[in-house]
């Protein structure tokens, strides 16, 4: 099992800043994926960010250029910057972390973390 523990979550003003942070514990061993996903109620989960264990990213189009995501690999940590937030950026984020092992998939979720973001 994997435990995700997410941090950073809160208010901000229209065009603020957040960072959230997402810490992976618990067997490790094998993550590829860690990525954050949102929802806003009413609405599906949908991907915002995710990025590989070398380094590659991928970002939904609402947040291209706002929102900039990392990980550091030794401490099992995903961080996602979102930058000129608007009140649409306003969800639960969740962070998802996918892991593969003995050729068997693997996918966690942390308990979500709410942004909100007022006019």
């Known amino acids: 099992q994997v435990q995700l523990v997410e941090s950073g979550g809160g208010l901000v003003q229209a065009g603020g800043s957040l960072r959230l942070s997402c810490a992976a514990s618990g067997n490790v061993f094998g993550i590829n994926t860690m990525g954050w996903y949102r929802q806003a109620p009413g609405k599906q989960r949908d991907l915002v960010a995710v990025v590989t264990s070398g380094g590659s990213t991928n970002y939904a189009d609402s947040v291209k250029g706002r929102c900039t995501i990392s990980r550091d690999n030794a401490k099992n940590t995903a961080y996602l910057q979102m930058n000129s937030l608007k009140p649409e950026d306003t969800a639960v984020y969740y962070c998802?972390?996918?892991?593969?092992?003995?050729?068997?998939?693997?996918?966690?979720w942390g308990q979500g973390t709410q942004v909100t973001v007022s006019s």
């Open positions: 998802n972390v996918k892991a593969k092992r003995a050729w068997v998939g693997y996918a966690y």
